[in-house]
């Protein structure tokens, strides 16, 4: 069985020429959880699958695992997210019995290729502003007492947030070709 994962912030992301965008994944067997997610403010170019949730992964590190541990994913947030040259916009997967819950998609736009750009099943959620048009489940906004998680919830023993941190790497338009000698030396 699986731990859990939570009180996770991931913003200011540019994902370029990429199979996944923002991609979440589990499978029975594995229990734990994956909740309290925020990702917001996030850039994609040529990407396969712009955002994908996934229940059905498969990968176990060896056969003696619970089959029937199944984990448990909610509170995730998504949004301000721009996308062109995309192939499929989502697929959002749970796991029979086990709905995935409170996915919040808001702010999202995506110019994608598929005629059929979104696959949902078994989750559970909300949506507000996303193109093109979300999965039936997802169409909805928050009904009274239910709000999407905000990303700033975390324990009172968190520590301090921090700023962002540039990289000094050089981003290398012809392998032999640095545009910043200073960073690339």
């Not at 540019?14 to 996944?20: F, G, Q």
């Not at 959002?92 to 949902?120: E, K, M």
Request: proline share 6%; charged share 15%; with cysteine.
């Amino acid at each position: 069985m699986s731990g859990g994962i939570s009180n996770v912030r991931a913003e200011g992301i540019r994902i370029v020429n990429s199979v996944h965008g923002i991609r979440i994944k589990t499978a029975p067997g594995r229990g734990g959880y994956v909740k309290n997610v925020y990702v917001a403010d996030v850039s994609l170019d040529n990407v396969s699958i712009a955002i994908r949730i996934t229940g059905n992964y498969g990968e176990h590190p060896d056969e003696n695992y619970n089959k029937n541990a199944l984990p448990t994913i909610s509170n995730i947030t998504i949004k301000n997210i721009v996308g062109v040259n995309i192939g499929v916009a989502g697929i959002l997967q749970g796991i029979s019995g086990d709905n995935f819950s409170n996915i919040c998609l808001s702010n999202v736009s995506l110019s994608v290729r598929s005629t059929n750009p979104w696959n949902c099943s078994l989750v559970e959620g909300y949506s507000n502003s996303v193109s093109p048009e979300i999965c039936e489940q997802l169409r909805k906004g928050p009904g009274p007492g239910q709000v999407c998680y905000d990303g700033n919830s975390y324990p009172a023993a968190a520590a301090q947030p921090q700023s962002p941190q540039k990289s000094s790497a050089c981003r290398l338009v012809n392998p032999f070709f640095c545009t910043s000698w200073f960073l690339c030396r």
